[in-house]
């Protein structure tokens, strides 16, 4: 790498930069296009030219070497919390693992696990890892199972701040919900709703929305956040909708993701969540939905005839035994696939990995999907859910969200196509820079506005302070040596 170096982290260059690498991910013709040798140039915040040989003065020349400078990564499904799913990877059955309120803790009070100060230090060191990965565009989502009900306008604010001083462009607002389900005896829970609550949410997600969305040039973006669909009543659906067209938003509900959620929606309302939104009208190109795993066909029908965009997570679903089958089928059907992480870590390239290899096992076989066609998701597929025609891709009049990835890992050798071989290869470690609108914001594992290393020890200290106080919401309230045992029998050293 050469024409860079750390003292630009955190700014945007006066002047037009070009980037070139041995590889470049330009876009023409409605397709991305690999260029050998190729060169971008980009002023201010926005790409004035994709190609070779730029003919124009530059301020800044900067060769990235064996590398692809590639569009930024767009994740529709981004951890911002310290993440609790890894909780459950080998300690079963999640509701006897505080997974779902038992009836003892709703009675006694939920309460807010966090302070509000931690709160916002997990988004800003969430964004952080996010830029590690050369992700440039993100819509965070949290848990809310640590929570005393939804999330807070006051933690979302100091997301839109910290999107803003570390340089990430953000689709946010507060989730809400009117439900939640409550654990009644062992294996058996039912829906209990608060409708005022779920529409006070509603309200504050809006208002929140009005006050912030183009902030930090434009960086700041509103989406609705209803939680998950068995926990929202129609009216409040209804109601999250219209509020959607009346912002120009979009909504993200999750939904057709798990066993418990699609027991509940059928016992609810007799069908399942994409039908009971489709027969309310509820269903559009407004609407993202992760995760799809759950999806009969007529689920997957109903959002191709609607324009319904699917988030695919395929790292956190392999990891609790499901999958999306497939996303080549549901590509043949037209309907729209954008990639979300949505767990730790937050490494979109090894979830384009496991894509490839679930929708292979998927389908029985190896020849209905290439690397290429979950690239394009992770790019052009989440612009498109967003309503983007300047993300996801480098061609001029674009937005300079750029990722810059290297191909001369070790690990990574041989290389043949640098698609493939980022997809295969399969880590965000390689990411070497990160700009967003033009400016640096993560440069060689250094994030601008933040030490990473020393947020690291931060989190685990905040994860340690939540896992202790598991035994709250938890069946039965075991102690937590009960509730996460480790893989072996744990010894010390007593002397």
């Known amino acids: 790498m050469s024409g860079l170096d750390r003292s630009e982290l955190g700014r945007r260059p006066a002047g037009r930069t070009l980037l070139t690498a041995d590889w470049v991910l330009g876009h023409r013709d409605g397709e991305h296009r690999l260029l050998r040798r190729g060169e971008v140039v980009f002023e201010g915040g926005e790409v004035l030219f994709v190609g070779h040989r730029f003919a124009g003065e530059v301020a800044r020349r900067i060769d990235f070497g064996n590398a692809l400078v590639s569009p930024g990564l767009i994740d529709l499904d981004a951890l911002s919390d310290l993440d609790t799913t890894i909780l459950g990877i080998d300690h079963h059955p999640g509701w006897a693992k505080g997974r779902v309120w038992p009836r003892s803790y709703v009675e006694a009070g939920p309460y807010e696990m966090y302070m509000p100060e931690e709160l916002a230090f997990q988004k800003r060191f969430a964004f952080g890892q996010l830029l590690l990965n050369g992700i440039t565009t993100a819509v965070p989502i949290a848990s809310l199972f640590y929570r005393e009900w939804g999330e807070t306008v006051a933690e979302f604010d100091a997301a839109a701040e910290a999107a803003g001083e570390l340089g990430l462009r953000v689709y946010l607002s507060p989730a809400y919900r009117s439900g939640g389900m409550v654990l009644e005896a062992p294996g058996k829970t039912v829906p209990v709703f608060d409708e005022e609550r779920g529409l006070e949410g509603l309200r504050a997600a809006v208002h929140f929305i009005e006050r912030q969305n183009g902030r930090h040039g434009d960086l700041i973006r509103g989406m609705l956040a209803p939680d998950r669909v068995e926990t929202c009543t129609l009216d409040l659906l209804r109601r999250t909708d219209a509020a959607a067209r009346d912002l120009g938003c979009r909504i993200r509900l999750h939904m057709a993701q798990g066993a418990m959620e699609v027991e509940a929606v059928r016992e609810l309302q007799g069908t399942t969540g994409p039908a009971w939104l489709s027969g309310a009208g509820l269903l559009s190109e407004r609407l993202i939905a992760p995760h799809a795993t759950n999806a009969t066909v007529q689920d997957l029908d109903l959002y191709a005839e609607n324009g319904v965009s699917i988030v695919h997570c395929p790292l956190v679903s392999g990891r609790g035994g499901s999958m999306l089958r497939s996303f080549s089928a549901c590509r043949a059907r037209g309907i729209n696939i954008a990639m979300g992480t949505d767990t730790a870590p937050a490494d979109m390239l090894m979830n384009l990995m496991v894509g490839l290899i679930t929708c292979r ?31 996801g891709r480098l061609s001029p009049g674009a937005r300079a969200d750029i990722a810059v990835f290297g191909l001369d890992d070790a690990v990574m050798a041989p290389s043949i196509d640098p698609i493939t071989t980022l997809v295969v290869g399969g880590s965000g470690k390689v990411t070497r820079a990160t700009f967003v609108d033009g400016r640096l914001s993560m440069l060689l594992g250094e994030v601008a506005g933040i030490d990473m290393v020393a947020a690291r020890e931060q989190a685990q200290r905040q994860y340690d302070g939540l896992v202790a106080k598991y035994p709250d919401r938890s069946w039965g309230h075991p102690p937590v040596s009960d509730l996460f045992p480790p893989s072996y029998v744990s010894e010390t050293d007593d002397g």
């Open 361 to 391: 096992i998927a389908d029985g076989a190896p020849d209905h999907i290439r690397c290429a066609d979950l690239f394009d998701a992770a790019t052009l597929g989440g612009a498109k859910a967003l309503g983007r025609t300047d993300l």
